[in-house]
């Protein structure tokens, strides 16, 4: 008996915004609701802008990139992005990479902590289910 093919999970980076963008970053993609200050679109080098995919306003202010609160924030966040209409979005960006580098970029300080690392996991939760 054969098993169904699994696409391979693509090569997810993460990157600051206020970091010069990498040769090897491949689609870039910028997952704030705001555009970061002081950077040009030039400056950036984006392929897409995904602010619909990004955090609530509410929900961001409510985190205020607490550290006790981060578990929280992940687990809330990571179950809105695993409703249907994100689930969509975040198909859409695993066929714009074309099984190439996704470059997720975002303007928060903390590396660690911020609504980038939860879109990487639901898009490598996504590339599973595919």
């Known amino acids: 008996m054969t098993r ?5 999970v693509p090569d997810i980076r993460l990157r600051r ?5 990498g040769a090897n970053d491949g689609y870039r993609v910028l997952v704030d609701r705001y555009w970061p200050r002081g950077r040009s679109r030039v400056a950036l080098k984006l ?3 995904a602010r619909e995919l990004a955090p609530e306003a509410a929900l961001i202010q409510w985190f205020g990139h607490k550290p006790e609160r981060w578990d929280e924030f992940r687990q809330r966040y990571g ?3 695993d409703e249907p209409a994100q689930r969509q979005q975040l198909a859409g960006l695993l066929r714009a990479a074309d099984g190439g580098v996704l470059t ?12 980038a690392v939860v879109i990487r996991e639901a898009l490598i939760r996504a590339a599973e289910r595919q």
Do not use: K
Not at 17 to 21: K, M, Q, T
Not at 104 to 115: I, S
């Open 4 to 8: 169904p093919a699994h696409r391979a």
């Open 104 to 115: 997720l970029v975002y303007g928060a300080r903390n590396e660690t902590r911020n609504q």
């Open 47 to 49: 392929d897409e802008w």
């Open 17 to 21: 915004a206020y970091d010069d963008p």
């Open 79 to 81: 179950a809105w992005l």
